[in-house]
T-cell receptor
Framework: DAGVTQSPTHLIKTRGQQVTLRCSPI?????VSWYQQVLGQGPQFIFQ???????GRGNFPDRFSARQFPNYSSELNVNALLLGDSALYLC????????????FGDGTRLSIL | AQRVTQPEKLLSVFKGAPVELKCNYS??????LFWYVQYSRQRLQLLLR??SRESIKGFTADLNKGETSFHLKKPFAQEEDSAMYYC????????????FGTGTRLTIIP
């Protein structure tokens, strides 16, 4: 099992640009969650999607959006990038069922210049 | 609001000595508590969860609802335990949201 895969691994953008990050969950997992991890902090919840529907949203501005596709993969979009958006973006997936743990990918390192 | 506090950013312990990583939480309902670990150059991975009540790699953690704590313990530290440890909480809002602490970097001194 390849685990949760994310692309790209690293990305450099400038202020004001837009970015799309991608995530493929573990086979059989239908739930995908996105987290932002700033240096020195724990991951912060951005979104959760289950069966293509948004199930949860963290305290992030509307510049952040996401979607889930029929194959359960997901994209995170961030518009009008700010310097403060520089972070590691983590994707996690979990299998159907109550109290299932989340499994994380390696993340996408986003740097804003 | 839910909150997780890990008071120690850094913790150094001699090999063979006991380890305790502290975690306190704030949540009004009945949360699920987790410990995640990140070894050097590896992804974040689940170490253990309170509902399983199991020991993983010699680590245990007991949920103390009275003290709102979920401290991680190991009686005898090993060099391979050096890693970043995060305590996390999941509430019962019907979604997967995990609230993480800021993490503790554990270094085992040979």
């Amino acid at each position: 099992d390849a685990g949760v895969t994310q692309s790209p691994t690293h990305l450099i953008k400038t202020r004001g640009q837009q970015v799309t990050l991608r995530c493929s969950p573990i086979s059989g997992h239908k739930s995908v969650s996105w987290y932002q991890q700033v240096l020195g902090q724990g991951p912060q919840f951005i979104f959760q999607y289950y069966e293509k529907e948004e199930r949860g949203r963290g305290n992030f501005p509307d510049r952040f959006s996401a979607r889930q596709f029929p194959n359960y993969s997901s994209e995170l979009n961030v518009n009008a990038l700010l310097l403060g958006d520089s972070a590691l973006y983590l994707c996690a997936s979990s299998s159907p069922g109550f109290n299932q743990p989340q499994h994380f990918g390696d993340g996408t390192r986003l740097s804003i210049l | 609001a839910q909150r997780v506090t890990q008071p120690e950013k850094l913790l150094s312990v001699f090999k063979g000595a006991p380890v305790e990583l502290k975690c306190n939480y704030s949540y009004s309902g009945s949360p699920e508590l987790f410990w995640y670990v990140q070894y050097s150059r590896q992804r974040l991975q689940l170490l253990l969860r309170h509902i399983s009540r199991e020991s993983i790699k010699g680590f245990t953690a007991d949920l103390n609802k009275g003290e709102t704590s979920f401290h991680l313990k190991k009686p005898f530290a090993q060099e391979e335990d050096s890693a970043m440890y995060y305590c996390a909480l999941r509430g019962n809002f019907g979604n997967e949201k995990l609230t993480f602490g800021t993490g503790t970097r554990l270094t085992i001194i040979p």
